[in-house]
């Protein structure tokens, strides 16, 4: 199993410019989460999707899009990027806790953006 | 709402030092807590975790307890290594859809 990956590890964009970071899975996770990573603030939930065709707001959803086609992909959409999304982000995901348990959570090894 | 307070950083601890990272969490009902470790240029990995009160997680000599009358799941580990300097995040699970994170303590250990 690759487990989590992302693409790309790096980026740099320029305001108002969009792009989409990939998320996929191979372990047939129904969770899947993005996060953001900032200095001082520790991980905020951005969008999380409980299956495919169902996704869900986090803490700090402004300016990103989610959609889950299938199970395996779970990508992110900066529609018109800003100074203030440089951050690190890494998407997760994990059983779905249907049972009210808390699966452990795996994440994927990060996307460093940053927005000029 | 829902959240979690981890001690600042960084922690700077000689190799075989005792190690106390504290995290005291607020919540309504009854969560379930976690310590997830990160590994320089690497993703979270789960560390340990407990789903109901006075439980005790523990891995790689790693140990947290679930107390409720103090709101804590404080990390301890009695002896660190070199390989344990990471950065430690205590987390949250108020529902099986969200983890909420504290901002992560980083543990620095000399030889």
């Known amino acids: 199993n690759a487990g989590v990956t992302q693409t790309p590890k790096f980026q740099v964009l320029k305001t108002g410019q969009s792009m989409t970071l990939q998320c996929a899975q191979d372990m047939n996770h129904e969770y899947m989460s993005w996060y953001r990573q900032d200095p001082g603030m520790g991980l905020r939930l951005i969008h999380y999707s409980v299956g495919a065709g169902i996704t869900d707001q986090g803490e700090v959803p402004n300016g990103y899009n989610v959609s889950r086609s299938t199970t395996e992909d779970f990508p992110l959409r900066l529609l018109s990027a800003a100074p203030s999304q440089t951050s690190v982000y890494f998407c997760?995901?994990?059983?779905?806790?249907?049972?009210?348990?808390?699966?452990?959570?795996?994440f994927g090894p990060g996307t460093r953006l940053t927005v000029t | 709402g829902d959240s979690v307070t981890q001690m600042e950083g960084p922690v700077t601890l000689s190799e075989e030092a005792f190690l106390t990272i504290n995290c005291t969490y607020t919540?309504?009902?009854?969560?379930?807590l976690f310590w997830y470790v990160q590994y320089p240029g690497e993703g979270l990995q789960l560390l340990l975790k407990?789903?109901?009160?006075?439980d005790k997680g523990s891995n790689k000599g790693f140990e947290a307890t679930y107390r409720k009358e103090t709101t804590s799941f404080h990390l301890e580990k009695g002896s660190v290594q070199v390989s344990d300097s990471a950065v430690y995040f205590c987390a949250l699970g108020p529902n099986t859809d969200k983890l909420i994170f504290g901002t992560g303590t980083r543990l620095q250990v000399f030889p």
């Open positions: 407990a789903t109901k009160a006075d």
């Open positions: 997760a995901s994990s059983y779905s806790g249907s049972l009210g348990t808390h699966y452990e959570q795996y």
């Open positions: 919540a309504t009902g009854y969560p379930s």
